[in-house]
């Protein structure tokens, strides 16, 4: 069972970047697939991006072009640059995780991952 910590939340003006980070436990980190989601306060969580096996990438069109995942495996910890901020992007964000056998491709549904971290709050003022 993976355990999931996510750090780099914080303030920034608007058009600035913050780096996010999701550190894994506990399991074989190179086996799951990981995936940001945030949440607004008021609206259902949304997908954000996601890495999966071979390093493949997707990414929700909002963050297209603005946001990159990475994995860094020897440090067993995800990353989500966000570049450009805008206000919209406010949200308590998070990273989850499903094992390569139990995925069913589905990335952007929060109901494949059974791994979730507590999440870090990203505020962007204008």
């Known amino acids: 069972q993976v355990q999931l910590v996510e750090s780099g939340g914080g303030l920034v003006q608007a058009g600035g970047s913050l780096r996010l980070s999701c550190a894994a436990s506990?399991?074989?980190?190179?086996?799951?697939?990981i995936a940001w989601f945030r949440q607004a306060s008021g609206k259902e969580r949304e997908f954000v991006a996601t890495?999966?096996?071979?390093?493949?990438?997707y990414y929700a069109d909002f963050a297209q072009g603005r946001f990159t995942i990475v994995r860094d495996s020897a440090k067993n910890t995800v990353y989500l640059q966000m570049n450009s901020l805008k206000s919209e992007d406010t949200a308590a964000y998070y990273c989850?995780?499903?094992?390569?056998?139990?995925?069913?491709?589905?990335?952007?549904?929060?109901?494949?991952?059974?791994?979730w971290g507590q999440g870090t709050q990203v505020t962007v003022s204008s």
């Open positions: 890495i999966r096996r071979g390093g493949l990438t």
């Open positions: 506990g399991g074989t980190f190179s086996s799951y697939v």
């Open positions: 989850a995780a499903v094992s390569f056998f139990w995925d069913s491709g589905n990335y952007s549904y929060t109901g494949l991952y059974p791994y």
